[in-house]
């Protein structure tokens, strides 16, 4: 649905974003797992911000290459989840 492709929340979260972010926690939960380590970029990091997202960051931010790298542990929770729907 191209119409879809840029449908954005109030603030400004992309649908298709928020609904992979839902699903990566949905996903989690059913597993069992309590947590997930990632490594992402700026970009990124503002993405998760739009979407209530907080990771615990691990470590100082990194340079590598032209890009400045984060790496963080996301809680997969209930309140994790409600956080991404609300957003």
Request: aromatic share 6%; with cysteine; proline share 2%.
């Amino acid at each position: 649905d191209h119409d879809a492709i840029g449908d954005r929340s109030a603030n400004k979260l992309n649908r298709f974003t928020a609904e992979l972010l839902i699903g990566i926690v949905e996903v989690g939960m059913m597993a069992g797992i309590t947590d997930v380590v990632s490594v992402y970029d700026l970009y990124f990091a503002r993405i998760l911000k739009r979407a209530n997202c907080q990771a615990e960051p691990i470590g100082t931010p990194t340079r590598i290459g032209r890009v400045t790298a984060f790496a963080g542990l996301f809680e997969i929770s209930e309140r994790m989840l409600s956080n991404l729907r609300a957003a």
